[in-house]
């Protein structure tokens, strides 16, 4: 983990405090940059209750040969989470404690939300898929022939299902109101055609949430608008309006400077003044971005580099 207990916190503090230009938070940088620890923490900030949920990477997993026809209440939603954070869960094994015990698992609520699983399932794919209870093999049997419900078909059926469980234990008269998902690689095991698609569904289909994610997917991020793109890496974050950046070459070009050891650790004087002046028009200034401020003013600059420091200044 790179970022210390101040980056961390200015980061979560900015994103809750509603600074930022977009309500929504799209989370880039590479394996080691912090993205998971950050939601983590995040969710911890917030607090385990009724006003956020999480995701996490390993979540992505539904095992037909484990529905069973049940339409059981649910309840102890705070149990999901509180599991999920735990050490020994947190993305390291899937966990869905909806009922406070350790046996339950999320295909056992599949026939609760069966239609609405199936309507947006559809919407997303194209697809229809039936689940035959009377078969140990568990197939799946799609509406053009039969098949296997595939990883990515899995990814898409958890996340949907995750989702109306949490839609379904708010009380109805909450639903006006906002609610945090945080969902870790929202792209893990989705071809790249559902990648482009999937978040921009997701924020129609649930209108009420308020999302941070975090992704690796170019194809996501060129077709995502109106969220903030915060960047993390070496000790430093940035943060972009995701709404420039319109195709995927765009996106390229980012994630080849983040994934570049070489250009992270150089942190290069162009590279430093882009990071404060797009800090500073997304309202995410910190007093250590004014103090690297600073010591760039006493440093030798060139004439255009000189211009960008003065627009930050002024600002």
Known sequence: ??????????IIENIISEKLPHQDNVIIGENSSGKSLLLKEFIEKIGIGREIYFIDAVNRSFDVKKVINSHSRLENKATVLENRLKDMYFNLQDTFSCYGT????????????????????FKLTGDKFT???????????????????????????????????????????????????????IDEFLSPRYSAEIFEFLKREFPWGRWLI???????IANTKDANLIMLYDTEYEVRDIDDYSSVSEVQIIFRRLFDRQVILDHETDNILRRLFNNKISNAWSDSDETCLNELADTRLSASQR?????IQEW
């Open 1 to 10: 983990m790179k970022f210390g207990t101040e980056k961390m916190g200015q």
């Open 102 to 121: 350790q046996t339950e698992c999320i295909e056992m609520i599949y026939y609760r939300y069966e239609e609405k699983i199936q309507s947006l399932f």
């Open 131 to 185: 689940i035959l209870l009377d078969s140990i093999s568990g197939e799946v049997n799609f509406g053009n022939g039969q098949g296997l419900l595939s990883s990515g078909y899995q990814a898409i059926v958890r996340i949907l299902i995750e989702l109306l469980y949490y839609q379904d234990v708010l009380m109805p008269d909450e639903k006006s109101k906002k609610y945090w998902l945080v969902i870790d690689e």
């Open 214 to 220: 975090a992704t690796h997917s170019c194809d996501l």
């Open 307 to 311: 211009v960008i420091l003065r627009q």
